[in-house]
């Protein structure tokens, strides 16, 4: 394997429209919300494994999950587990984790990826990655991998590059924000937009170089400490100072600014599962379309459903069509699958209602 080959594994996130079987306490990337017997950062950590190795691989996550990190990828050490003392943003823990991989690899190409996301062809993944770690280690450039999009999505983010051009790797114009319908099929009708899929690529003196020219307040912030990173003085110095940094995110705060952003149309397929519904496309379903996992189910005049229970237990449902059925310890979940986005509101009225040990 590559020792200049790094990654940032992002977990800290919540995943709060996967309630209730994702929680504040335990949220969706340390599940098996695919049934696959692997949790979702397992998954991406052995993906990631296949050709960065594992000492490389730091794990930035909230405070509150470092031992289900611990617990999950027995084959890291505590010192790959960076850990944020306060919600900021991507920004922050990117530059944070960033100048602790300069200090170890000054060398150092690294990628950015969620913990949560389903990418099925890894040697495509693969394949794709090392495209852009080859145009991160040649010249000063930021990567991002773009997905096809396949329908109008007005839920992604999308990436606009230049038109004109054969090579693999096409020139960013713009990003662009969540559009609405019309303005995501004319997107899809221009054919040089792709879904930003939050995975990016860069060298650590690319990205370090970036937040210097860009964010100089965050990057003094976080280049003063610099003597404690890798160090017993670390953790006291980001405890103290990590709360100061603005909450912003890396589109924000670097890649909108970069006149030197490049993006892979990515040759695999993806999802990110921000909702049931996204989980149950990627599912196997039964003759009557209903995507079961980990139960034992009696269905009676019962389609498209989304069905999730605790491992062995009967579900009977008989009359009910693409609804989210989804049965966890005290919480039952009966939710229309076309009202999917506003599980997050039902989450906060019950947070109000019975209490926060329920989120």
């Known amino acids: 394997m590559n020792k200049n080959y790094y990654a940032i594994l992002m977990a800290g996130g919540v995943g709060s429209r996967f309630w209730p079987v994702s929680t504040s306490s335990y949220p969706k990337q340390f599940h098996d919300m695919l049934g696959t017997g692997k949790t979702l950062i397992q998954k991406t950590f052995d993906r990631l ?79 794709n990655v090392k495209a852009c770690f080859d145009k991160c280690e040649k010249e000063e450039v930021l990567c991002t991998l773009g997905i096809q999009p396949t329908f109008p999505n007005t839920g992604f983010g ?7 051009s054969d090579d693999k790797l096409k020139k960013v114009s713009q990003f662009r924000e969540k559009p609405d319908y019309e303005t995501a099929k004319e997107f899809l009708e221009q054919g040089n937009f792709l879904w930003n899929a939050g995975i990016f690529m860069w060298s650590v003196a690319t990205i370090v170089n970036a937040f210097k020219n860009y964010q100089p307040s965050q990057f003094k912030l976080f280049q003063d400490g610099i003597s404690c990173y890798n160090t017993v003085d670390e953790k006291p110095f980001i405890q103290e100072n990590y709360g100061k940094a603005e909450n912003i995110s890396i589109d924000y705060a670097i890649l909108e600014q970069s006149k030197c952003i490049f993006t892979l149309p990515a040759t695999f397929d993806w999802n990110d599962l921000g909702t049931w519904g996204a989980l149950y496309d990627k599912l196997d379903k039964d003759e009557a379309d209903n995507a079961i996992v980990n139960s034992k189910a009696l269905l009676q005049d019962a389609k498209g459903n989304m069905i999730r229970s605790p491992k062995g237990k009967i579900v009977v449902v008989d009359g009910l069509e693409d609804y989210i059925i989804v049965d966890k310890e005290e919480v039952l979940l009966i939710y229309p699958k076309s009202k999917q986005q506003d599980i997050k509101k039902v989450l906060n009225q019950v947070k109000e209602e019975f209490g926060e040990q329920y989120t």
């Open 49 to 127: 494994n296949r050709f960065i190795p594992t000492e490389n691989i730091l794990i930035l996550t909230n405070e509150r999950y470092n031992d289900l990190v611990l617990e999950q990828l027995p084959m890291v050490n505590q010192e790959q587990v960076v850990l944020e003392p306060a919600m900021r943003n991507t920004a922050p823990c990117i530059l944070y984790a960033s100048l602790k991989i300069q200090k170890m690899n000054p060398n150092a190409v690294m990628i950015v990826a969620p913990s949560d996301h389903w990418i099925e062809d890894e040697q495509a993944f693969e394949d």
């Open 158 to 164: 999308y990436i606009e590059f230049e038109k004109g």
